[in-house]
């Protein structure tokens, strides 16, 4: 773990005292990071007023992938862009709802942010937890234009990773690459204030996350180890497993870093070509990150998320994280086919 904060240090005042592996944070970092999260919390006061803003319903669009967006797809999205411009250090942006990367600047600088502006779009309207979700790369040449290929680049390079959740609280977790840490917004400051230093995933759980309606769709190695966790005290796992699925990764990955858990979303047939739902750059590689960060796994099935050599900025992956014994079941159960 990290060197040791005082609890309830506000974000800002964090970043400048942490010291992953030993070393200050670079200041440019620094900025980028306090000018990130002071957007997440002027975006949590935004979903806070909901209708009385008319912030909720679709926007009527569509995004890169195809999907509606919600109003707060694009307001999420629009005030991230806006909120990290100032960053000098910082020379482009990608976002799931953005189909090429946007240059900041002259697109050049030392570092890359991808972010998922709004996770969850499906519980906004419903007043279910939703969230943002974001990574933070080094640029390989910092003093060369901006071009997507500087994205690429496998998950174990992430400098930075983490997620805002508004939920009852406004929580951010984050990882520097020596742990992970968690705030919590404070109304009455308006900071995000440290409430837990170095978080660990139990490696054993009795509780999984996956949507069981597409449970017919799924692989063969999938669907053993959850037919295995339905078979309860008397079937091979001899445990009775709790079942949870809020349809936002951002709150079910909330939920595995707090008290264990697996969370999957795999492969499935009914689009056999694409890998999985979501997305390798800005939902997989950082809740990976967090996830290794905190003792916990991230596989695709067969390899771990952050090993993986991206193709393209919104490629798609299986995933499978968090308590280390059960994805290491998976992983085995994948390797025998
Ligand atoms: P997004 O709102 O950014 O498009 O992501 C939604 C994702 C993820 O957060 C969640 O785990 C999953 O979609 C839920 O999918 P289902 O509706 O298939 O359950
Ligand atoms: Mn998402
Ligand atoms: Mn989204």
């Known amino acids: 773990m990290a060197n040791p904060i005082q609890l309830k240090t506000p974000f800002r005042n964090y970043v400048e005292q942490a ?24 975006l949590s006061d935004e979903v806070a007023q909901g209708a009385l803003i008319g912030i909720l319903g679709s926007a009527g669009t569509g995004n890169v992938q195809g999907e509606v967006q919600q109003k707060l797809d694009v307001i999420a999205n629009d005030l991230l862009i806006e909120g990290v ?4 250090a910082l020379a482009g942006i990608a976002s799931e709802e ?21 996770d969850g779009s499906s519980n906004i309207d419903v007043n279910v937890s939703i969230g943002t979700i974001f990574s933070i790369l080094q640029k390989p040449n910092p003093n060369t234009p901006l071009t997507t290929s500087d994205f690429l680049q496998e998950g174990r390079k992430q400098v930075a990773a983490g997620y805002v959740v508004y939920g009852p609280q406004t929580t951010l977790a984050i990882t520097l690459g020596d742990g992970v840490d968690l ?11 440290l409430i837990k230093q170095g978080i660990a995933i139990s490696a054993s759980t009795k509780e999984f996350a996956i949507n069981m309606s597409n449970m017919r ?21 001899q445990k009775d497993f709790n079942m949870r699925w809020i349809a936002s990764m951002v709150a079910d990955v909330h939920r595995v870093l707090s008290r264990g858990g697996i969370f999957m979303y795999p492969w499935d047939q009914r689009e056999p070509g694409k890998p999985g739902k979501l997305r ?11 996830v290794e960060q905190a003792g916990g796994q991230s596989i695709n099935g067969v390899d771990a998320i952050l090993d993986l050599k991206p193709h393209g900025l919104h490629e798609r992956v299986s995933v499978m994280l968090g308590s280390a014994e059960e994805v290491s079941l998976l992983r085995a159960y994948h390797a025998q086919g």
């Open 19 to 42: 010291k992953p592996q030993g070393a200050a944070v670079p200041e440019g970092l620094q900025s980028l990071l306090i000018a990130l999260v002071g957007t997440c919390r002027t």
């Open 85 to 88: 411009q100032g960053c000098a």
């Open 280 to 290: 390798l750059m800005y939902e997989a590689n950082p809740m990976s990150l967090l």
């Open 183 to 193: 705030f919590t917004l404070d109304a009455v400051s308006g900071e995000f204030l």
């Open 217 to 237: 769709h799924w692989a063969a190695p999938v669907k053993r180890y959850v037919e295995e966790c339905l078979a309860g005290v008397s079937g091979p796992r």
């Open 98 to 118: 953005i189909e090429e990367p946007l240059p900041v600047g002259k697109g050049v600088g030392d570092y890359l942010l991808l972010f998922d502006p709004l």
